[in-house]
């Protein structure tokens, strides 16, 4: 059961993204060459309890950390451990945090030091999917149309769409209804209407879209052990229209980049 939620509500929710955000974007400037992920976890646990909030993963379902740290073939649910980044790795981080009732859930693939062009243009494509769904999340669309605009535009690049892992309603809870695959029929599915609040979050890969779950439960692995990317963002539907509660300003401003997307 889809549970819409009110502006206010929406208000709220932006508030709990938005703790994410601003722990992402305290994260980029510590995600280089030699960082070690469980001391990055560390960090954004007080980063968020610093800022009122609760960390969204840590014991929800057992999670053992805040952040789930995936690099290179990784594609989510990475555990956050002692062996330090290295030099052309890819690094999704994935941020929960509960604030006022209400969670926020989003993600940014990173590069650590100089990455490979090839690599760069998975990330690329990876965030150009994200913002093709996020524009199709308007009132009296249907939810298959937007898993189709992501799935389209990394079919195109010839890189795959992870088919067991969704994107997903949020509020006071981290997984609601509906389920958001990154793969669908144009025209089909659930009616998008006002007060909808969606966890996009595009999963792709560069070679197949096959994974497998590692020994300790968690760990998401690409089958042919190639590069994946995830970036995700909490959107509401206000007036009609897509409203992204989270942001990458904060990531964009600690690289010192300037993103049009
Ligand atoms: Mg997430
Ligand atoms: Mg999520």
């Not at 535009?153 to 309603?169: D, M, N, P």
């Amino acid at each position: 059961m889809i549970i819409y939620k009110s502006k206010e509500e929406i208000e709220v929710m932006r508030q709990s993204a938005l703790v994410v955000s601003r722990t992402l974007g305290m994260l980029a400037k510590e995600v280089k060459p030699g960082a070690i992920p469980k001391k990055l976890d560390k960090l954004a646990e007080e980063y968020i309890r610093d800022q009122g909030a609760v960390p969204g993963f840590l014991g929800l379902y057992g999670c053992p950390s805040t952040l789930l740290i995936s690099t290179n073939e990784t594609v989510v649910h990475g555990l956050p451990i002692d062996k330090p980044l290295e030099n052309g790795d890819v690094v999704s981080i994935d941020c929960g945090a509960k604030m006022n009732g209400y969670y926020g859930d989003h993600a940014y693939t990173f590069e650590v030091g100089e990455v490979k062009p090839e690599v760069k243009k998975l990330l690329k494509v990876t965030k150009e999917c994200l913002y093709l769904g996020i524009e199709q999340m308007y009132a009296g669309n249907r939810l298959g149309s937007l898993s189709y605009a992501i799935q389209e535009h990394a079919e195109k690049h010839g890189y795959g769409v992870v088919r067991e892992l969704v994107g997903h309603g949020l509020g006071k809870k981290m997984h609601e209804d509906p389920q958001v695959p990154n793969y669908g029929r144009k025209g089909t599915g659930k009616k998008l209407q006002e007060g909808l609040v969606l966890a996009i979050e595009p999963m792709i890969t560069m070679g197949t879209y096959r994974v497998k779950t590692l020994k300790d439960g968690w760990t998401i692995n690409t089958v042919d052990g190639q590069p994946a990317a995830h970036f995700e963002h909490d959107v509401a539907i206000v007036d009609g229209k897509p409203e992204i509660l989270s942001t990458f300003d904060y990531i964009y401003e600690a690289l010192g980049i300037k993103e049009t997307v």
